[in-house]
């Protein structure tokens, strides 16, 4: 393995005494840390518009998103993962692997993290045109190396995300964010300021890349459908917002699209029945205001 200086290791001149202070100082210390995270994500936000851009011609040509990462990385994808169906309603486009698999989430199993012959192994169902980003605070991990180059083998583009900026694997990938978060309040704890700032970047990404996708209408979750009681008063308030319609005219037309918001939204806004709703969405793979535009124009 090439190796490379890892800044999150290096230890932190503003803490040197951190353990000398009392709860308040230490927790100023901490603060005053985070603090600087956003800047530290505003200076990668040209490269995390080049993923999105990538994700979202991948995704719309029946592509995948596919994160690889261990420990810390590796469970914040496996969150933003998780979170992306119940928020978008999209399931099984942006999938998550964590090195050591599902026991690995709860408990810390060091050792997968340096086998890159697993990397590759879990990369198996990467595909031509997929998107593999790895997430790495070191932004060497073995595990998601043979991961990326298992899948750019396979034709897939790849990315890293990463808090180590001059990364020589930076290199081999399509697109680096690589997060200059220096080092930690406590060296080497990358689940403070890496960990925040790698959460910010996952967040920034599927979130934006889901808005391109259509999956939201204006700043609200509208892909989100009525599976019980509390989500259908939910959603039919989501709808009050978005047409101006009362509740029970919503409520009615939640009912007639199945509990299918986006379905509802369409109908509503574009005075057509559940079904020419539906139909101008699948024309429209899926976004409201698109679908709305061709209703307009037919």
């Known amino acids: 393995m090439i190796d490379c200086d890892l800044p999150t290791e ?9 353990d000398t202070l009392p709860t308040m100082e230490v927790l100023r210390l901490i603060n005053s840390e985070d603090a600087t995270v956003p800047m530290t994500v505003a200076a990668v936000l040209p490269q995390i518009a080049e993923l999105v ?3 979202v011609a991948s995704l719309r040509a029946g592509g995948r998103v596919h994160y690889f990462g ?3 990385s590796g469970r914040l994808a496996v969150i933003d993962a998780a979170e992306i169906p119940p928020t978008f309603g999209t399931w099984g486009r942006v999938v998550a692997h ?3 698999g599902p026991g690995a989430l709860s408990q810390a199993i060091s050792d997968v993290e340096d086998d890159a012959d697993l990397g590759a192994r879990d990369a198996a169902d990467v595909a ?3 998107i593999a980003v790895g997430v790495a605070a070191s932004g060497r991990t073995p595990y998601v190396i043979g991961a990326l180059r298992a899948s750019a083998r396979a034709g897939a583009h790849t990315a890293l995300i990463s808090c180590n900026p001059h990364t020589p694997y930076g290199e081999e990938v399509d697109v680096h964010i690589g997060l200059a978060t220096g080092p930690e309040v406590i060296s080497g704890s990358t689940r ?6 790698t959460k910010l970047v996952l967040n920034s990404f599927s979130t934006t890349l889901m808005i391109r996708l259509g999956r939201t209408y204006s700043n609200l979750m509208v892909s989100v459908n009525a599976l019980n009681s509390k989500l259908r008063a939910r959603l039919v308030r989501i709808l009050t917002e978005a047409t101006g319609f009362d509740a029970r005219t919503c409520e009615n037309a939640l009912a007639e699209a199945g509990g299918n918001t986006r379905v509802a939204l369409v109908s509503l806004l574009g005075e057509v029945p559940a079904a020419r709703a539906t139909a101008a969405l699948e024309e ?4 409201v205001r698109e679908a ?5 124009s037919a």
Request: net charge positive.
């Open 192 to 197: 403070m300021k890496a960990g925040t700032a």
């Open 53 to 55: 851009e990538l994700a």
């Open 292 to 296: 709305l535009q061709r209703l307009r």
């Open 128 to 130: 031509r045109g997929d």
């Open 70 to 72: 261990a420990g810390t």
């Open 98 to 100: 964590h090195a050591g």
């Open 10 to 18: 290096g230890r932190n001149p503003r803490t040197l005494d951190v």
């Open 284 to 287: 429209s793979d899926g976004g």
